[in-house]
């Protein structure tokens, strides 16, 4: 089966995923009256489960709700245990990227989501990302947390559509071709 490792990700107008605090919470400035999700359902009917950073999962965490239907593989060097509310939805696995990869693909998972900022810059050197989608919000946050690295990567990315959500959101969909895919 073909393997497929997306990010998909909201960022502010200068590039960030989150505020410098590690909050997210200008996403939900955004003006959406319908309460769209953007395509987030359609996108998650596509993949077959989550690699996740630990600060990330920790975020998910303080929603009080779990908001996923896919298992969730946390990768951490850190965490010894998950919390209990997460059994059965959520996993540790302390591997490298290459190697959680072949762990999740023996498991029958070939679609990833990939999600978290340092993961996705792991991910992205290491040149283990094929698919970016990502939704510009128009909103300059200064400084916080970025999601790309700060060294040139050696990936050709080409976009492949881009569209305007909500008349003030752009998202752009990027195929990422890998030195050993070109």
């Keep these: 089966m073909k393997t497929k490792n997306t990010v998909y990700l909201a960022q502010s107008l200068d590039g960030f995923i989150a505020d410098q605090h590690g909050s997210i919470d200008w996403l939900s400035k955004i003006d959406n009256p319908q309460h769209s999700d953007l395509g987030f359902a359609d996108f998650m009917a596509q993949i077959d489960a989550i690699v996740m950073g630990r600060h990330t999962f920790e975020q998910v965490m303080r929603y009080g709700q779990w908001p996923y239907d896919k298992p969730v593989f946390v990768l951490s060097q850190s965490l010894e245990k998950l919390p209990e509310q997460s059994k059965g939805k959520a996993y540790l696995v302390c591997a490298s990227e290459q190697e959680v990869l072949s762990q999740l693909h023996q498991l029958g ?18 040149e283990l990302i094929d698919e970016l989608i990502v939704i510009t919000v128009p909103v300059v946050l200064g400084q916080g947390l970025k999601w790309l690295p700060e060294r040139p990567l050696n990936s050709k990315i080409s976009l492949l559509a881009t569209s305007v959500l909500l008349g003030q959101l752009v998202q752009s969909h990027y195929q990422v071709l890998n030195s050993t895919s070109m």
């Design 109 to 126: 998972h070939y679609r990833l989501y990939i999600d978290g900022g340092k993961l996705v810059q792991n991910f992205l050197v290491k």
